[in-house]
C-alpha cells in the first residue's frame, strides 16, 4: 500500500511539473534578460535590496518624455517577459504598498498586465494594479486624490475601480484565465472580481509585463517580487479525476506484468 501512494503523487507531481514549463517565477535576485522594454523603458528596472531581500525597483524620472495629450499611454513605463502557456493560467506578483502611495500630493501607479496570444489589433490585456491620483483629472496633484486597486476592461476600454480598502506593505494580486472567456483578479488570493470576455478570445498566454506610470513633475519608485506565470490549478473535481486516472494507469501496469 505504502508503495501505491508514492506512485499515484509521483504521477501527479509529474503531470503538474510538466504544465509549469513554458512559464517563470522570476524573484529578482539579478534581472533575467527575458525582460525587455515595453512602451517606454523607465529610469530604473533593477535588482535592488529592499526589505530583507532583493526586489524589482522601478524608478520613474519625470525628465523622462511625458505627455498629457493623445501619446499619454507611452507615459507607461516598463518592461515585458514572454511566457507561453495555453489555457488555463495565472499571472501573479507581490507588489510593495509604500507610504507614499497612500497620503500626501503623490501621483503614482504601478499595473501588472498579461497579454493574450492574440494578434496586436485583437489582443487582451488583463491588468490590475494600484493607482493613486484624482479620478477625474489624472494630472493634478491637488486635486481629489484617492488610493485603489482596479482591472482593465479590454471590452469596454476602461478602468474598473475596485472597492477594496488599499493598505500599506506587500500585497499578492493575480490574474487566472479559465472556461476559455473568465478573467478571474484577486488581491492576496481573495477573488476581487470575475470577467466574461467578448468573444473570439484567444485564451492563450504570450507574454507578461510589470509597469510603472510617469505622471511628469515627480520621481518615485515601486517594487515587485515573486512575479509568476504558470498552469492554473485544476479545480478540486479534476484532480480528483487526475488522481483516479494515475490510479487506474497504475492498476493496470500491475496487472499487465503478472
Known sequence: MKSSKTYVVGALVLVASQGFAAGFTD????INPGWTTDRTEPAGFTSSFFDGDNRLKIDVNHNSPFDTGGNAFYNTEGRGRDASLTQDW????DV???EDMLTGANLRRTDLWARDAAAEGSAYYPIIGVIRNDASDP???????????????SDAGAWDNLSNTVTGGWHRLSITSHGGDQLTYAIDSVTVLNQTMAGPVNT????????AYNFGGQDYSVYWDNVSAF???????SMVAL??????LIRKRRKAAK
Open 243 to 248: 488522481g483516479l486516472g494515475a490510479i487506474a
Open 231 to 237: 498552469q492554473a490549478v485544476p479545480e478540486p473535481t
Open 27 to 30: 524573484t529578482f535576485d539579478s
Open 96 to 98: 510593495y504598498i509604500s
Open 139 to 153: 494630472y493634478n496633484y491637488g486635486g481629489n486624490l484617492t488610493t485603489r486597486y482596479r482591472v482593465w476592461d
Open 90 to 93: 495565472t499571472v501573479a506578483g
Open 204 to 211: 492563450d498566454l504570450s507574454r507578461v509585463f510589470v509597469q
